[in-house]
């Protein structure tokens, strides 16, 4: 028993950690990816990637799952796919949403710099609050709503920031638009809050596992990714070829962006909201440091207190009082 109490924390730090340095490192690896000199790679191939990347390794969980066998494998995902389509069918209004949100936070990382993407992508917390409100009916705290509005505050003051130098001529990326930015991470808070408001209540009312669920939602992303390839990016697609621009950075930038909801499924399962909120404050933290040395990011006091807010307000918002433990925490 004590031996088993102490993998469990094990796996719970583990999880954290992973996905503490995730979350910082993908912000400031989509930041850089778009301002690199050299070819600029299709943010749409790169969202189709990934989501190859994630089906692959929930197949390989799955087949863990199902005794390492492909007879188990083919079993579990053909009474779960193929004998459930109505059930399956139910995963492509997240599936699409969730395409349209990664492309959304390529738009973002090019017109904003790392450290203010990452503290403004914590709005979908505020989004996930309201669909968690109006669509399962959930009741909030006092504490949590004055958690949402301390991160509004916090985002206002950062986005209202002056912080990065003008764009270098090495840049080779887009030029950036700060508004352009702001309103694409805006955006995929929205689809991110609701998307994950659907997929839990998918997830709830069925007893298919969440890695099933990832297979289900990444074979069902792939069309609607390579959708969006054809519809915007065909002429550079044809022109080019599909996998212009990529070199080993941008293959590390796929595996790290498919890595996140798996990461994620882990510390809900291994750790809690308090210690995720803790994840996500570090990693904002270690944004902030890394892009003043690596992007000549510029530090202000208004920058500094507005991600001083946000971070308050999701340790603020996953608190939950020892005496209150009937109200259910929302994850995001």
């Given at each position: ?20 340095v ?24 790169a969202?189709?990637?990934s989501?190859l ?32 389509p ?5 995963v ?9 949100q ?10 904003l710099d ?12 505020l ?5 968690a ?17 301390v991160?509004?505050l ?11 130098p ?18 694409a991470a ?6 991110s ?8 209540k ?10 099933m ?10 069309p ?16 080019n070829?599909?996998?212009f621009g990529?070199?080993?950075?941008i ?5 790290l ?25 570090l990693a904002?933290i ?17 920058f ?5 807010l ?18 259910q925490n929302?994850?995001?």
């Amino acid at each position: 028993m004590e031996s088993d109490n102490k993998d469990l924390n094990r796996m719970k730090y583990v999880s954290l950690v992973t996905l503490t340095v995730q979350n910082a490192a993908l912000g400031l690896s989509m930041r850089y990816a778009r301002i690199r000199p050299g070819d600029l790679f299709l943010s749409s191939t790169a969202v189709v990637m990934s989501e190859l990347v994630k089906l692959v390794s929930c197949l390989w969980l799955v087949y863990q799952e199902e005794g390492s066998t492909l007879t188990g494998l083919k079993n579990a995902l053909h009474n779960t796919i193929i004998k459930q389509p109505v059930d399956t069918l139910k995963v492509c209004v997240p599936s699409m949403i969730y395409v349209i949100q990664n492309n959304l936070l390529y738009v973002a990382a090019s017109h904003l710099d790392a450290a203010t993407y990452q503290v403004t992508y914590q709005l979908k917390i505020l989004t996930t609050a309201f669909f968690a409100v109006t669509i399962l009916r959930r009741k909030l705290r006092a504490t949590q709503w004055g958690a949402l509005l301390v991160l509004l505050l916090g985002v206002a003051m950062v986005q209202l920031a002056q912080t990065e130098p003008a764009k270098t001529a090495a840049s080779s990326g887009p030029e950036q638009i700060r508004l352009v930015g702001f309103s694409a991470a805006l955006a995929a808070c929205f689809l991110s809050g609701f998307a994950g408001i659907y997929f839990e209540k998918i997830l709830k009312g069925s007893n298919v596992s969440v890695w099933m669920r990832n297979i289900q939602l990444s074979f069902l992303s792939m069309p609607f990714g390579l959708s969006t390839c054809l519809v915007y990016d065909w002429t550079r697609v044809t022109t080019n070829g599909f996998f212009f621009g990529y070199d080993a950075f941008i293959w590390y930038l796929v595996v790290l962006q498919a890595t996140g909801g798996l990461l994620v499924a882990m510390v809900v399962k291994y750790a809690d909201n308090i210690l995720k909120g803790f994840a996500t404050s570090l990693a904002i933290i270690l944004s902030c440091i890394a892009s003043v040395y690596l992007f000549e990011f510029n530090l202000t006091l208004q920058f500094s207190l507005g991600t001083l807010l946000v971070m308050a307000s999701v340790f603020l918002y996953s608190y939950t009082p020892k005496d209150k433990k009937m109200y259910q925490n929302i994850k995001v």
